[in-house]
Every structure is written in C-alpha cells, then in structure tokens.
C-alpha cells in the first residue's frame, strides 16, 4: 500500500514529493509495504517470491487553521492490489478518524473537515487497512501513520511575569544591569520563525536600554539623580519573526524606582538664628530647636548636632531627635538676666553615614551660629542657703529664739522681702518667724526623749509682688539637758548558791538613760548609804557602766532565808548629775558543784504567784472534794468489807491463794500470817466476823504468859484442828504456810523507815561538803531538816 500526499508546501516538501511522484509512477504510482508471503485469491496456493520494495511514506502535513470552504487535502492510500476496479475498500482509524478526517474508502483519498490547532494538538496517530470488498479480507497488513499539523504564525509573544516592580540605586553607572524580560511564543520554535522574538523598547528613552535578544535592561545616562527624578515607566516589546514585517508582538511595563544614596550634604537654611530664652528657664528643659536640611532619605539623611564652639556652650547642651532630626536645645545651668543678658553658639550638623564613592560631593556637614538672648523676668525672693539648719534645748522656754533665715530679691528692682511659715504640717505649728526679720522662735517646750528633731518649711515673697514665692527647708535640732535619772537595763533575775563562798560576783548590772551621752553615758553604781553595812552582800563598780554584785558570807540557807532585797543607788555623769535608786531581788537556791541551779523554793511562790484568784479557788474547791470523796470511800469500806482477821499488822502481810478447780469468789482465801510469824504479836480472839461461827475455837482463851512459851509445832496444830473443825469454810483443801521469826529484838528494829519520825537537833549542813559520793544523804537530810523548821 502507498501513501500519497499533494500538500508539498516548503520546498522541501516539494522535493519529497516529487520525488515520491516519480518514484510511484514508475512502480504502478504506490508506495508497497509487503510481507514476504502474499496472499492469493481463494483456492490459489501461496508463491514465496521476493517482493519489491517500494518509498515508504509513513507521515502527511496538515495546514492548521484552515479557513476554506471545502475539505482541506491531507493525501492519499493506495494499495498494490487495488486495478482501479473498485475491488479494494480502504478503511481509516485512529484518532479524529471518521470526525475530523475522512477518507474515500474507494480512491483512499484523506480529508480533513475542520480547523485544527497546532498549540492544542500537534499531531494525530492513524491506522489504514485495504480490504477486499467481497470477502472484507484484508489484502494488506494494517499500517500505522501520523498526520503532523503544520504550524503557521498565530500566537504573539506573551510576557507571563509583567507588569514588574524593580529598583536601581542612584548614580549608578551607564549600563547597569536593571532587569530581564523574557517573553514566550505559542508557535513551533523549530519551524520557520514564528517563535524567534527580539525586544525592543518603546517608552523610557533616553534612560534605559534593551538588549533585544536577551531582553537585559540597562540604564543609559550617568548620574541619575533621585531627587531629580524617581520614578521610571519603561515599556518593553517583544515581536516574532525575527522582528520581520508581518510578525506578531506584544508588550509589557516595567516600573524602575531610583533607591537613595548619600549624595547630599546637610544643609542649614540661615547662617544665623536668633532665639529668646526666659532666665526663668528650668535647668534640663528644651529651649529650642534648630534643624539642617538634608535632600537624601532614610539612613542617608541621619545627622548628628554638636556645639562647636562659644561663649554658652558650657550653659547650653544640644541632642538630637532622631524622629524628626532636629536638634533640642537644653539648659544645662540656670539663667540671670542680671550677670549675661545673651549667649552665642556656632551648632554643627553632620550626616553620621558617609558613601565615599561621593565623598568628591561634600563636605557632608554644614555650621550656622546661634545667637540667644535671655529675657528679664520677675523672679522670687531668693534665700542665702538651699537649707537651714538650727539648735535650741529642750524645756527651753516659749518664745526663745532658734536661728535667722535670710532671703533677698534677686531682680534689679532689690523689692523688700516677708518671710512666714508654710503651716502645712503639725510640725510648723510649734514655731513662729518675724516676718520682717525672718528670726524663727519657739511656740511650745520640747522634749527631746520624745522627739530629737523637727522640719518646718519657711516661705517668702515680695511685698510687691506676693504671688511670688519661694520655699526653703528649715531642720531645727532639739538639744538635750540631763533631766532623765539612770535606770537599771533591764528586771535582773538574780540567784545565790547556798554553797556559794565569799567574794563571788554572783550578777553583773547595768544601767541606763534616756538623755544622750553627754548627759548620761557615764554611771556610778553603790549601795544605799542610808543603810547599814549589809553583811551579806556587796557591790563593786566597774567603771564601765557597769556593776558586779559580790556575796560576803560563806554559806546561805534556804530554811533559814530564800530572798534577800538589795537597795541600788545609780548615778549618771550630767550636768547637773542625777541620780535614782533601785531595789534587786536575790533568791537562795540549791546548786551543784559546777553552779547550776538545780531548785529555789522561790520557784514555787513564783508559779503560785502567777496564778489568778479565780484560778486558785478552783484548785481549792477540786481539792476539797477530793478529800470529800475519798473520806467517805474510806468510811464506807471499812463499814462493808472489814478485815477477815482482825490485826495491827500491815493488810500488805496477807497471802492470797487462788484455786483454779473452784469458781466465783469462794476460790480465794486470805489468811493473816503475821501471827504465824511473831506467835506473841496474836490477839486473844481471833474470828471470822465475815459469818457467825456455831463452834467456837479451841484456843480462844489463852492467857498472854502462855503464848510466849508455846511451842511452834503445837501453836500448828492447834491451828490445823481448828480449821478442820470450822463449818463455815469451804468444803475443800487449802494450803497454808507458816513461819516464825522467832522473838522480837530487845534493840528493835534498825530500819531506817521509821527514823523520819524521830526527832533529832543535829545540823546535817555538814554533809553538802563530803562530794558528790554524799549529794543524796546531804539532800535528804537538809528536807528533812528544812520541813521540822516549817
């Protein structure tokens, strides 16, 4: 099967397909693609010869946009068994087949029926097919093919990123690079030029340049001025075809602003300025502003002021705002219009970031002087002194003069002054002032101990002009005289030893007072002299402001006497010297060997003492019902339950027995041993009282000679038959134990629990100096001793 296509529209184009032409008109006009084996008509065996080949043509061109009234010709099929009979029916798939193009099934000619656009698709994939058409077998193998859309030059270039913003510094140099532009051109870029694009410019002359193929802008002057000019429009071009007649173009716009640099020194406006100043200026206020020009912009236009030299420049300081970059005149010291009535200063301004590429341009910085003049105003009087400080005594009387304020005023005019007190506190009311004088007096008797220093505001103003006013603190001193007597420091706690020897500092004192310490830092401590010599105690002086109490006997005796009182006379070292007496309290208490106290019967009168008479009759009132209760708990028990046998000895003496076979109280019998130990300590009738006996003992009469010559084994057996006789005890065994001492000594006993009730006149003081083997002894006895005396 051959392809034929007539539309040849280059020239090369042309030459394939004449090429084609001749080269088909020679092989019967087709383009054969052939297997090696060929298929005959039915009922034909199959030849294997080898077949021709022929021009393969695999590919047709189609114009896109077409806009003629008929079909437009893409080219032709043909197959080497077509004989132009008709026999042979061509079949066209694939993509637009049957919609876009359309083939005459019997010539195999190809149209196609609509526009088409290259930039949408640029090619179409098909498939032919030659098939017999009385038995639609096929007579050629299915080939495949491509039909190409042809690209004309129907797409302008476009520039996808504009419109653009850019920025170049200022005085930049000729040629320097400011943007690129690239525009993009819908058309194939590999046939002809219909996407070939050159820029040009065409607004922005003489102060840019493009390069027309790379679309570079440059700028084209030197030295573009900002403050010239700013802002720039410049519209670029871009056309196809080489720039050629006939192509297509378009356009974007590109906004080039001019960025500072600084190329402009400061400027001032004048050469000289004037500025008025009150002298009543506060120090440390703005008096004014001055304010050099500078054409740059931003950090360009910074500057520093400076006072570079003058007369005031020790009176004046100058900042600046970096807001506004203005420079603030201050005051630095106050103003008199009396002493300087004008100052001048020459201000420098100068920017504070230097380009030097533009140093040729300066210098970038400028000089103006500054002229000012004060202005008189009519100022308050003004005091000699910024404060006053006066003295007076304490319990001096009302009226006595402190000290003298004197102000003046500072004007030519020289107005009298008025002086008086600003009474806004308590404080001002405890003075006066001559208003003519300004001597200050007191209006009350002050106590320094109770407040040493007092502040008072004094005022004053022109007689001419009262509106006027100034003020000055005024601080006034309250000396001291010796009027306060000295005082013990503090309550002192003071405790002897009882083995306390003679000349021991048992306590150490001091004093105090209330006036200062050239009234009263110097005391002297003795005893009251209106007293006789005390012969217990004594006082040293220290000559330090301080005392020791000394003791003078060897020993103290709490039973003998536990608080002794010591009468105090302190003096201080005024003028004249006072003095007060003072009483201390000694308590005796007991010791150890290193000197700690171990008890003071002052302890307890201290603790009772500090107890409330409420507090008191209640423990009395709990105290005497608890003896109520307890004697009538006594009295009822020994009208209920009396003693089984009747004894003098101890009730401790009895042997309980238990008998774990029994049960209730019936297992438990008491028995009363002592009789059994000391057969002569029994009584004559011994009985159970706990039931009525209905037989008698049999050893309930026996005279006393006989109970001390009984024997013990037969005073046992008594005893035995007597419990064996008994009818009111329990029914079962019991053990009883006896035992016997033998006589009672001649001598008695030696137990040391029974000599608290001898009486005896022996001092045992003795026994607190035998050490601490005997501290015990030495304790007991000394109670003991000390409960007889009370």
């Known amino acids: 099967m051959r392809i034929t296509s007539t539309s040849c529209i280059c020239p090369v184009l042309v030459c394939l397909c004449f090429v084609q032409r001749c080269y088909g008109a020679a092989h019967h006009g087709s383009i054969k693609v052939t297997r090696n084996q060929t298929k005959h008509i039915e009922g034909e065996t199959e030849v294997h010869h080898r077949p021709k080949r022929g021009w393969v043509w695999n590919q047709f061109f189609v114009l896109e946009e077409h806009m003629g009234p008929d079909p437009q010709y893409v080219g032709k099929l043909h197959s080497n068994s077509d004989k132009g009979d008709g026999s042979v029916k061509y079949i066209l798939t694939g993509e637009g087949a049957g919609t876009i193009f359309i083939i005459d099934d019997t010539t195999g000619d190809i149209h196609s029926t609509k526009s088409l656009d290259r930039e949408q698709k640029t090619h179409y994939v098909l498939h032919a097919q030659a ?18 859309v042809q690209d004309i030059n129907d797409n302008a270039p476009k520039f996808t990123d504009g419109p653009y913003i850019v920025t170049v510094p200022e005085m930049s140099e000729m040629g320097t690079s400011v943007l690129q532009v690239t525009a993009t051109d819908a058309d194939d870029p590999t046939y002809g030029n219909s996407a070939r694009v050159v820029y ?60 500072d640099v600084n190329d402009n020194p400061p400027r001032f406006p004048q050469k000289h300025y004037q500025l008025y100043v009150p002298e009543s200026a506060q120090v440390g206020s703005a008096v004014g502003k001055i304010k050099a020009n500078d054409a740059d912009t931003g950090s360009n236009a910074d500057m520093k002021y400076t006072i570079i030299n003058g007369d005031g420049s020790g009176v004046f300081s100058i900042s600046t705002d970096k807001e506004t970059r203005e420079g603030i005149l ?52 003004l005091f000699t002194m910024p404060f006053y400080v006066m003295e007076v005594y304490e319990n001096s009387k009302i009226g006595t003069p402190v000290g003298t304020v004197t102000a003046h005023d500072p004007d030519a005019a020289n107005s009298l002054v008025r002086y008086f007190i600003d009474h806004n506190t308590e404080e001002d009311s405890y003075f006066t002032i001559d208003s003519s004088t300004g001597t200050i007096k007191t209006a009350k008797i002050f106590d320094r101990e109770e ?26 001193r309250i000396l001291d005289v010796n009027d306060n007597p000295p005082e013990l420091a503090r309550d002192y706690d003071i405790v002897v030893c009882e083995n306390t020897k003679p000349g021991q500092v048992i306590q150490t004192i001091a004093a105090t007072d209330k006036d200062n310490s050239a009234n009263g830092a110097r005391f002297h401590f003795s005893l009251d002299e209106g007293l006789s010599l005390n012969p217990n105690f004594t006082l040293r002086n220290n000559e330090d402001n301080t ?49 700690r106290v171990r008890t003071c019967h002052a302890e307890a009168f201290l603790s009772s003492a500090g107890l409330s008479t409420g507090a008191l009759i209640a423990i009395l009132l709990c105290v005497v019902i608890l003896l109520a209760i307890v004697v009538l708990f006594i009295t009822l028990r020994r009208s209920k339950k009396e003693p089984l046998i009747i004894s003098e000895e101890d009730v401790r003496e009895n042997v309980v027995t238990y008998d774990d076979e029994g049960g209730g109280e019936e297992d438990t019998e008491a028995f009363d041993i002592t009789a059994l130990r000391n057969p002569s300590a029994a009584e004559e009738l011994k009985y159970r009282r706990d039931v009525r006996p209905e037989v008698k003992p049999l050893s309930r009469h026996h005279p006393s000679s006989s109970l001390d010559s009984i ?67 030495a304790e007991l006895y000394g109670e003991i001793e000390s409960e007889r005396t009370t």
């Open 131 to 148: 098939i017999d058409r009385r038995t639609n077998k096929p007579l050629e193998p299915e080939s495949e093919f491509i039909i190409k």
């Open 547 to 595: 005392a020791s109490i000394l003791t003078r006997r060897r020993r103290y005796s709490r039973t003998t006497q536990d608080i002794y009182y010591l009468p105090v006379l302190i003096s201080d070292g005024g003028v004249p010297p006072l003095s007060s007496s003072s009483t201390l309290t000694i308590r005796v208490c007991a010791c150890e060997r290193d000197g």
């Open 451 to 476: 407040t040493p220093w007092y502040n008072i505001t004094v005022a004053a103003s022109e007689i001419d002009n009262p509106r006027l006013v100034s003020h000055v603190p005024v601080g006034v």
């Open 330 to 381: 201050s005051l630095k010291k106050p103003l008199n219009y009396e002493k300087k009535k004008s100052y001048t200063l020459n201000i420098e301004g100068a920017n504070t970031h230097l380009d030097f590429r533009f140093s040729h341009l300066g210098p970038f910085k400028d000089v103006t002087m500054l002229k000012i003049i004060v202005g008189d105003v009519d100022e308050p009087p």
């Open 711 to 777: 024997d013990v084994q037969e005073f046992i057996k008594q005893r035995l038959a007597e419990a064996d006789l008994d009818p009111s005890v329990p029914p079962y065994d019991s053990l009883q134990t006896y035992a016997y001492e033998g006589h009672r000594s001649e001598a008695g006993s030696i137990s040391s629990l029974d000599s608290a009730t001898t009486h005896s006149d022996q001092d045992y003081n003795y026994l607190g100096d035998w050490g601490p083997e005997f501290k015990k002894l």
């Open 200 to 259: 040009s410019i065409l607004q922005g002359q003489p102060y840019f340049s493009v390069d027309p193929k790379t679309g570079v802008i440059r700028t084209a002057l030197h030295n573009m001025d900002r403050e010239a000019r700013e802002h720039y429009s410049v519209v670029i071009q871009a056309k196809d075809m080489a720039g050629q007649v006939g192509g297509l173009s378009g356009a974007t716009t590109v906004n080039i602003t001019l960025t």
